[in-house]
């Protein structure tokens, strides 16, 4: 395989190279005051821009503006605020397919995928500005003759910080529902994939007032210090459970601040003998998430099949899975394409390595991919012992386990013997069997019969180590808001 890009992808490297990328503070655009941070093309390991970041002094001057543009932004009505999100999703829009390349480039994501991330974080923005009226108090009839009520109310300043497996989509669709509610939004992409994001900052221009919404770059430093500052009282993070302790114990060092967090996964999808084998697996296909290179929270990377349908379903699978063309993003047809970083590279290949050392097998793929890029090949393990690591820990890439199991109680003891409870996977045609296992399931996020897909409006989140909070529904929108009650007694 040649990493040499064709000519639109040569034209669009080239200008992200040339771009002068700037954060956003308050409603300034400037380069920040810290040490530069390269961006790297994930195809090549060459570095495609590099960004300053964001220092401590940055960091305070954009939540002093945040908090300033906040009080304001807080007393307007959700339908104001609504509409202000609307018409920043559809500046977003018209830059769709330049922030989806951007994305492609810097994450190393599928070019077909990354127009699907775009169009969804548009969508969600929407969603968003369409429950403002979901904003509302209430009567409680508390006491004889006095008037009792509850208003929401915005807590200031929010910290919104991100991962790289989605930049644009979270950028935008995990924006909307602060600001719906009346906060001001401080946003740190990953220091891995932030042009999409400081692409948003440019583009917000003459649409949020000044304050409601900053951009800042960098990496540990920039969001130790902005969940540190006092005046963020409201904080919700997306990645790693290893950083989102680091963050509730930064935040509750610096204060009193609501969290929210959604983190990792490793998520059962089980197969029992009666499921329909032409649905299962190609859902197994679409639920780890190869086109994200199994860098999702949210991959069925854990497949328990049912003893009966064990080698028929492993016969299919591995052949779906061998089908997979992996390639340069931006290529017509390619479906995985390189894994974030090659730290990420190198963290996916030593699971595989541990995996075979501990008794796996590999069936498909288990190395490096084409190139000098940082892929890794979609990889099927088999053989995998319920208690080994790769069958406990996330791997964040390609990489999906089969194990078998003999019934209803030993499919639920393997899926819940792990300290993730994100998403789960039902396979069966019992109805019984199915609201029987969705609901002991250690998951806060199951489908029945399909995989990996979002409905909009229905509350996504996680239990155990998987989070805190729910998001994509109308309680993220509630969850950025305090209930202030107020009682008014008859004079």
């Given at each position: 395989?040649?990493?040499?890009?064709?000519?639109?992808?040569?034209?669009?490297?080239?200008?992200?190279?040339?771009?002068?990328?700037?954060?956003?503070?308050?409603?300034?655009?400037?380069?920040?005051?810290?040490?530069?941070?390269?961006?790297?093309?994930?195809?090549?390991?060459?570095?495609?821009?590099?960004?300053?970041?964001?220092?401590?002094?940055?960091?305070?001057?954009?939540?002093?503006?945040?908090?300033?543009?906040?009080?304001?932004?807080?007393?307007?009505?959700?339908?104001?605020?609504?509409?202000?999100?609307?018409?920043?999703?559809?500046?977003?829009?018209?830059?769709?397919?330049?922030?989806?390349?951007?994305?492609?480039?810097?994450?190393?994501?599928?070019?077909?995928?990354?127009?699907?991330?775009?169009?969804?974080?548009?969508?969600?923005?929407?969603?968003?500005?369409?429950?403002?009226?979901?904003?509302?108090?209430?009567?409680?009839?508390?006491?004889?003759?006095?008037?009792?009520?509850?208003f929401p109310e915005p807590f200031g300043v929010v910290a919104r910080i991100i991962p790289f497996n989605h930049p644009f989509m979270f950028a935008s669709s995990k924006?909307?529902?602060?600001?719906?509610?009346?906060?001001?939004?401080?946003?740190?992409?990953?220091?891995?994939?932030?042009?999409?994001?400081?692409?948003?900052?440019?583009?917000?221009?003459?649409?949020?007032?000044?304050?409601?919404?900053?951009?800042?770059?960098?990496?540990?430093?920039?969001?130790?210090?902005?969940?540190?500052?006092?005046?963020?009282?409201?904080?919700?993070?997306?990645?790693?459970?290893?950083?989102?302790?680091?963050?509730?114990?930064?935040?509750?060092?610096?204060?009193?601040?609501?969290?929210?967090?959604?983190?990792?996964?490793?998520?059962?999808?089980?197969?029992?003998?009666?499921?329909?084998?032409?649905?299962?697996?190609?859902?197994?296909?679409?639920?780890?998430?190869?086109?994200?290179?199994?860098?999702?929270?949210?991959?069925?990377?854990?497949?328990?099949?049912?003893?009966?349908?064990?080698?028929?379903?492993?016969?299919?699978?591995?052949?779906?899975?061998?089908?997979?063309?992996?390639?340069?993003?931006?290529?017509?047809?390619?479906?995985?394409?390189?894994?974030?970083?090659?730290?990420?590279?190198?963290?996916?290949?030593?699971?595989?390595?541990?995996?075979?050392?501990?008794?796996?097998?590999?069936?498909?793929?288990?190395?490096?991919?084409?190139?000098?890029?940082?892929?890794?090949?979609?990889?099927?393990?088999?053989?995998?012992?319920?208690?080994?690591?790769?069958?406990?820990?996330?791997?964040?890439?390609?990489?999906?386990?089969?194990?078998?199991?003999?019934?209803?109680?030993?499919?639920?003891?393997?899926?819940?013997?792990?300290e993730y409870g994100l998403t789960g996977s039902v396979w069966t045609r019992d109805l019984d069997r199915a609201l029987r296992v969705s609901r002991a399931l250690e998951?806060?996020?199951?489908?029945?019969?399909?995989?990996?897909?979002?409905?909009?409006?229905?509350?996504?989140?996680?239990?155990?180590?998987?989070?805190?909070?729910?998001?994509?529904?109308?309680?993220?929108?509630?969850?950025?808001?305090?209930?202030?009650?107020?009682?008014?007694?008859?004079?």
């Amino acid at each position: 395989m040649t990493t040499e890009p064709d000519a639109e992808a040569r034209r669009r490297i080239e200008e992200i190279g040339a771009r002068p990328w700037r954060q956003r503070i308050g409603d300034e655009l400037r380069t920040g005051r810290g040490p530069t941070l390269p961006i790297t093309d994930p195809t090549n390991d060459t570095v495609l821009a590099a960004p300053a970041t964001a220092d401590a002094e940055d960091v305070r001057e954009a939540v002093e503006r945040a908090a300033a543009g906040a009080a304001a932004w807080g007393r307007t009505t959700p339908r104001e605020r609504a509409a202000a999100v609307r018409a920043f999703a559809d500046v977003l829009e018209r830059h769709a397919e330049e922030l989806a390349w951007l994305d492609t480039i810097d994450a190393g994501l599928p070019l077909w995928m990354m127009r699907i991330d775009a169009a969804t974080g548009v969508e969600r923005m929407r969603m968003f500005a369409d429950l403002a009226h979901s904003l509302v108090g209430h009567t409680i009839p508390a006491s004889a003759g006095n008037l009792h009520l509850t208003f929401p109310e915005p807590f200031g300043v929010v910290a919104r910080i991100i991962p790289f497996n989605h930049p644009f989509m979270f950028a935008s669709s995990k924006l909307a529902a602060p600001l719906v509610a009346g906060n001001a939004v401080v946003l740190k992409p990953s220091e891995l994939t932030p042009l999409s994001a400081l692409r948003m900052g440019e583009l917000a221009d003459g649409i949020l007032p000044p304050g409601v919404f900053s951009v800042v770059h960098g990496g540990p430093e920039t969001g130790e210090a902005l969940v540190r500052h006092p005046a963020v009282s409201r904080i919700a993070f997306t990645g790693s459970h290893q950083v989102g302790r680091a963050i509730q114990r930064s935040g509750a060092d610096a204060g009193i601040k609501h969290v929210s967090l959604e983190l990792g996964g490793k998520n059962a999808m089980l197969v029992f003998p009666d499921a329909d084998l032409d649905r299962a697996v190609p859902a197994a296909v679409k639920g780890m998430n190869f086109a994200f290179a199994g860098q999702s929270c949210g991959s069925t990377s854990r497949v328990l099949v049912h003893e009966s349908l064990a080698e028929e379903f492993t016969e299919r699978f591995v052949r779906a899975v061998d089908a997979l063309r992996i390639g340069r993003p931006w290529d017509e047809g390619v479906q995985i394409g390189p894994m974030v970083s090659r730290r990420q590279q190198e963290r996916a290949l030593g699971f595989i390595e541990r995996a075979v050392a501990a008794g796996a097998e590999v069936l498909s793929g288990g190395g490096r991919g084409p190139g000098d890029g940082c892929f890794v090949q979609p990889t099927v393990l088999g053989g995998v012992a319920p208690d080994s690591e790769v069958a406990r820990e996330e791997v964040f890439g390609p990489v999906v386990s089969l194990l078998r199991f003999r019934d209803e109680e030993e499919a639920l003891r393997i899926a819940n013997d792990v300290e993730y409870g994100l998403t789960g996977s039902v396979w069966t045609r019992d109805l019984d069997r199915a609201l029987r296992v969705s609901r002991a399931l250690e998951a806060g996020y199951v489908w029945v019969n399909d995989t990996s897909t979002h409905f909009p409006g229905v509350p996504f989140g996680g239990w155990k180590l998987s989070g805190i909070g729910r998001e994509e529904s109308v309680d993220e929108l509630l969850s950025y808001t305090q209930l202030r009650a107020i009682n008014v007694v008859a004079a």
